[in-house]
């Protein structure tokens, strides 16, 4: 099992940079797929981007050439970096991870069984 919580979640204008973080502990981090997710209310959760144990990565098109997600396994954390950001980007995002697959890192959130709290980002123009 593993156990997520994210961070760096804040305001910011339109086009400006946040960089999120969740530390992960328990076991097996470096196992696991890990992914970041994000929810707007009335809306089902929306897959962003993952990154699988060997590094394949996988983008979702709305956010591909501006995030940028990233792993550092001696510390145990997943990142998120968000550049040139929209207010649709406005969502709680959440970390994610699951045992790994076959093929690329799914963006699909019902594949994922860990879950951190969420942290809030918010984009005004």
């Known amino acids: 099992q593993v156990q997520l919580a994210e961070s760096g979640g804040g305001s910011v204008q339109a086009g400006g940079s946040l960089r999120l973080s969740c530390a992960a502990s328990g076991n097996s981090y470096t196992t696991y797929w890990m992914a970041w997710f994000r929810r707007t209310p009335g809306k089902e959760r929306e897959g962003v981007a993952a990154?699988?144990?060997?590094?394949?990565?996988n983008y979702s098109d709305s956010v591909k050439g501006r995030f940028t997600i990233s792993k550092d396994n001696a510390e145990n954390t997943l990142y998120l970096q968000m550049n040139s950001l929209k207010p649709e980007d406005t969502a709680e995002y959440y970390c994610?991870?699951?045992?790994?697959?076959?093929?690329?890192?799914?963006?699909?959130?019902?594949?994922?069984?860990?879950w951190g709290q969420g942290t809030q980002v918010t984009v005004s123009s």
């Open positions: 994610a991870a699951r045992s790994p697959g076959i093929g690329f890192p799914s963006l699909r959130w019902i594949n994922y069984a860990y």
């Open positions: 990154i699988s144990v060997d590094g394949n990565i």
